[in-house]
């Protein structure tokens, strides 16, 4: 199949998140499958021509945005594993500082900038005579192509077999913008109603993906169910109720290649499945950078995390005098709310010796701390997917975790009658809650027999994009074939 994708971010050329490592890592892992894949992303300032090869396609492409024609240039390149990737440059609207907006708000333009980029995809095609089977879009800024394909374009020739997949990152951001952004994307008022691209008087580009694609998916099975409840739908759980028989379900991979001990060159020491026991020098190397008591028999817990109310820092921290109490040691890294840092940095005075807290955005220490603790603390409010547990089980680290989105369809409660299970998880969004399961956590970690078996199962658990991959192939192809959800 021809697979178009389209997002705002894609690594390695840009990411600020979980939705750049999907796009980047997906297209590579559906090409091993035998796929022709296109991904489009706006060209930004930090993607530099020359060092990325890029080389032109189109110059000039005149796109329509509201009543003006704007013209962009279209640049590509090609990855060594075949997989194609289109720039839609247009310096006025792109080439800025930052993706979507400066730290205190969003850039006013959001609306032309992402109508304009997903027209670009659209009229690409064309330019090109590109008959997609499949387009992928992600998030709200492409969330309009599916409402595209099924207005505007709905008569051309070119798309008539194309399908439309719209994969929902995180249904928090949703592109929400006044009732005159919609002359600006060209569709036209008769789609401006409840049931389509209005949202609570604003247009909802993010409401364009979940009306009018063919499929919905999201990055977990679970986020797909509790994103159709009240408490986690955003305002948008009944519309995707009402789309229920086209929402699934498709948990990330995380690139094998980029985490693991056993290749990674920047942990103390290396280590894989058979060599787990070498983990412990990587423990006591951190123990000892944190100006922590060296010693295996201490627990070491880590926090990687933005710090916001969504990754449940505040029943985090109102477990952590009683974590010191049970004699756990713990490092935090992460950046957020400055209500966060401000209690941590006291609980990191209150424990000093104990608690090593660095409110800073480092890759280099991340692996340092997945490496070097035995337990990872993950206790979201909600996770779509989330990225830090799947890196920790890799890395052989305990993830204890609230049942909730991705954490939930990948962490099983480790029983030691049977010796199957991968970590620890709890229901309750509660300190109470969180602080039992690190005492489970506890309890089998003084167990040697039991907690080297825990360690192997994390370490053989298999999260890697081949099996999500699979799974986007096959929901392509019933698509393009138009088989409904058994
Ligand atoms: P989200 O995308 O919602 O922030 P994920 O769990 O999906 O959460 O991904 C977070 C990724 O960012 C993980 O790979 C984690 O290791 C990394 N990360 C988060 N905070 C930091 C930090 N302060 N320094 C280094 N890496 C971080």
């Given at each position: 199949m021809l697979i178009v994708s389209a997002a705002s971010e894609v690594s390695p050329f840009a990411k600020t998140g979980g939705l750049g490592d999907v796009t980047g890592s997906l297209p590579l892992a559906l090409r091993k499958l035998g796929h022709q894949i296109l991904t489009f992303l706006p060209r930004y300032r930090t993607i530099d021509i020359k060092k990325n090869r890029l080389s032109i396609v189109i110059d000039p492409l005149e796109i329509p945005l509201g009543k003006e024609k704007l013209t962009a240039r279209i640049y590509n390149a090609r990855h060594p594993s075949g997989a194609e990737f289109y720039f839609v440059d247009q310096p006025d609207l792109?080439?800025?500082?930052?993706f979507y907006g400066t730290a205190s708000s969003d850039y006013p333009d959001n609306d032309r900038r992402f109508a304009f980029f997903q027209r670009a995809v659209l009229e690409t095609l064309r330019a090109l005579s590109l008959k997609p089977d499949i387009l992928h879009c992600h998030d709200?800024?492409?969330?309009?192509i599916p409402a595209y394909l099924k207005?505007?374009?709905?008569?051309?020739a070119l798309f008539k077999k194309t399908r439309t997949v719209f994969t929902v990152h995180n249904l928090a951001y949703q592109g929400n913008f006044p009732p005159d952004s919609l002359p600006l994307t060209g569709i036209g008022w008769e789609e401006y109603k409840m049931e389509k691209l209005e949202f609570y008087g604003k247009v909802s580009f993010m409401k364009g993906g979940l009306v009018y694609a063919d499929a919905v998916t999201t990055v977990s099975e679970r986020y797909s169910r509790e994103i159709q409840t009240e408490e986690f739908g955003c305002g948008m759980d009944k519309v995707l109720a009402h789309r229920q028989d086209s929402v699934y379900g498709i948990i990330n991979g995380l690139d094998y290649e980029e985490w693991g001990p056993e290749t990674d060159?920047?942990?103390?020491q290396s280590y894989g499945v058979e060599s787990a026991a070498k983990k412990k020098i990587n423990k006591a190397a951190l123990q000892k950078s944190e100006d922590f008591t060296v010693d295996p028999a201490i627990p070491l817990f880590g926090v990687i995390s933005r710090l916001i109310d969504q990754k449940g820092i505040d029943i985090l921290v109102a477990s952590l005098d009683a974590l010191a109490a049970l004699g756990g040691q713990l490092v935090v890294l992460g950046t957020g709310d400055e209500k966060y840092h401000h209690v941590l940095r006291e609980l990191g005075r209150r424990h000093r010796g104990r608690f090593g807290i660095h409110i800073v955005f480092d890759a280099a220490r991340a692996k340092h701390i997945y490496a070097g603790c035995d337990f990872m603390l993950v206790p979201s409010y909600?996770?779509?997917?989330?990225l830090a547990h799947l890196v920790a089980l890799r890395y052989g680290t305990i993830p204890v975790v609230r049942a909730t989105g991705g954490l939930a369809d990948t962490v099983e409660e480790f029983n030691p009658e049977t010796g199957k299970g991968n970590g620890f998880r709890f229901e309750a969004y509660k300190s109470e809650a969180l602080l039992q399961a690190i005492e489970r956590g506890l309890a089998v970690f003084k167990d040697k027999k039991d907690w080297n078996a825990l360690v192997h199962n994390a370490m053989t658990c298999d999260f890697s994009w081949d099996a999500s991959a699979k799974r986007y192939s096959d929901l392509f192809e019933k698509i393009s074939q138009g088989v409904k959800k058994s």
């Open positions: 792109f080439l800025r500082d930052e709200w800024q492409t969330g309009l207005t505007r374009y709905a008569k051309d060159k920047d942990i103390a909600y996770e779509p997917c989330g």
